[in-house]
Nanobody, 123 residues
Framework: QVRLVESGGGLVQSGGSLRLSCAVS????????MAWYRQCPGKARELVAA???????NYSDSVKGRFTISRDNAKKTVYLEMNSLKPEETCDYSC?????????????????WGQGTQVTVSS
């Protein structure tokens, strides 16, 4: 059974930083593409960042330069380092995994999803 469990969400002040983690079980992981999405109130779900099995990363324009996605294959964990957070980035953040080694950015869907972790940025 595949499980993705996010952690690291919470309350942070505007301009602050948070690091999200997503622990994966039931997959080889090292051969799986991974991604972070967010769902903000009143908005469509947004792909924030993605990383291929060999570490190639892509970001949405809205977070480029502030967020960093990374992976630790030995720990079967993917991370999202978020800096300079803004109040409008108060959202539920979810990680996703795919059976493929790479998913075209914003042109593909993912096979497995976590439950999400809430990030609240206060002004």
């Amino acid at each position: 059974q595949v499980r993705l469990v996010e952690s690291g969400g919470g309350l942070v002040q505007s301009g602050g930083s948070l690091r999200l983690s997503c622990a994966v079980s039931g997959l080889v992981f090292s051969i799986n593409a991974m991604a972070w999405y967010r769902q903000c109130p009143g908005k469509a779900r947004e792909l924030v960042a993605a990383i291929s099995s060999d570490g190639v990363t892509n970001y949405s324009d809205s977070v480029k330069g502030r967020f960093t996605i990374s992976r630790d294959n030995a720990k079967k964990t993917v991370y999202l380092e978020m800096n300079s957070l803004k109040p409008e980035e108060t959202c539920d953040y979810s990680c996703a995994a795919d059976r493929r080694t790479m998913v075209p950015f914003n042109r593909g869907s993912y096979d497995w999803w976590g439950q999400g972790t809430q990030v609240t940025v206060s002004s």
